[in-house]
Structures are given as C-alpha cells and as structure tokens.
C-alpha cells in the first residue's frame, strides 16, 4: 500500500521533501480514511506514525484532524481496540480533545506503561511517554475539579 511506501520515504530521510505536501488537509484525510477503512495492522503502524510525525512538526495537522469529531474519536477508538502507538497522536490532539478521563483510556494508558517498548515503532515521542504526560494531564485536571467543587 502506498502508505507503507510514504512511511518508507520519511524514514530515509527524504521528510523535508514531502512534508509540506502531506501536510495538507486533503492528504490528513486521506490519512484518516486509512485508519477507518484498514484491518492492516502494518498499514495502521505507518499511518499512525506518520500523522504523528507530521503533527509534531505542522500544527495544522492536528486542527485538521481535530476539525472533525469523528476523526478524533476514530483514532481514540483504535488506541483501546490495541494499537498502542495512537497514545503518542493522542497526546498531540490533547489540547483540543475534552475530558479525557469520561473517555475511559486510563486502562488503556496504563497498558502502554506495562507494556514492552521495544515494540514500538520509533516516534518523536516513545508512548510510554506521552501515557505519562496523559495520565498527569487527567490527574490534575481531576484534581482542579475537585477543588473547585469544594470552594
């Protein structure tokens, strides 16, 4: 599959090239639709790694993938069904995301946590963690909650 080739291109070095051009909201997109429609592991990997790559590097990536709740919630979805390397696109959507802790991934953080990083395709940010910032992310906001209902 071409997504496999693209993940291909960028490991090697050629990112700078390609970027821009994937990069753009129809190309994000088209990236979703993959994660929707796909039942390859290996293609999901690539695809995952790719948005992750490519929204640590252009926030514009990530208010296209968070323009549509849908997308969200597709990538949410695919992170608790197993596929572990989602917590690290997770965590760069975070700030667009609501409460995190009423979308049951606590288990699902913690997973990552005991889980075997060697697994793990290389990322910007190695899951474990981007679970690490989540759950503090959850933690304190619970706590601000709680403290706010005291007051």
Same mark, same amino acid.
């Given at each position: 599959?071409?997504?496999?080739?693209?993940?291909?291109?960028?490991?090697?070095?050629?990112?700078?090239?390609?970027?821009?051009? !994937?990069?753009?909201?129809?190309? =994000?997109?088209?990236?979703?639709?993959?994660?929707?429609?796909?039942?390859?592991?290996?293609?999901?990997?690539? @695809?995952? $790694?790719?948005?992750?790559?490519?929204?640590?590097?252009?926030?514009?990536?990530?208010?296209?993938? @968070?323009?549509?709740? @849908?997308?969200?919630?597709?990538?949410?979805?695919?992170?608790?069904?197993? !596929?572990? *390397?989602?917590?690290? /696109?997770?965590?760069?959507?975070?700030?667009?995301?609501?409460?995190?802790?009423?979308?049951?991934?606590?288990?699902? $953080?913690?997973? =990552? /946590?005991?889980?075997?990083?060697?697994?793990?395709?290389?990322? $910007?940010?190695?899951?474990?963690?981007?679970?690490? !910032? !989540?759950?503090?992310? =959850?933690?304190?906001? @619970? *706590?601000?909650?709680?403290?706010?209902?005291? =007051?």
């Amino acid at each position: 599959m071409a997504v496999l080739q693209i993940e291909q291109i960028w490991r090697e070095g050629q990112m700078v090239d390609i970027q821009t051009m !994937l990069s753009k909201p129809p190309v =994000v997109n088209g990236f979703v639709d993959i994660l929707s429609n796909s039942v390859d592991p290996h293609v999901l990997m690539a @695809t995952i $790694f790719l948005l992750c790559e490519l929204g640590s590097r252009d926030s514009c990536v990530i208010h296209t993938l @968070t323009r549509v709740d @849908t997308d969200v919630e597709c990538i949410v979805a695919l992170f608790q069904k197993g !596929l572990l *390397e989602a917590v690290v /696109l997770i965590y760069l959507l975070m700030p667009f995301i609501g409460n995190l802790a009423e979308m049951e991934l606590l288990d699902s $953080f913690l997973k =990552v /946590l005991l889980g075997w990083e060697e697994d793990f395709v290389s990322m $910007f940010m190695k899951p474990k963690a981007a679970s690490v !910032l !989540l759950l503090q992310h =959850v933690l304190r906001n @619970t *706590e601000d909650e709680r403290a706010s209902k005291i =007051v």
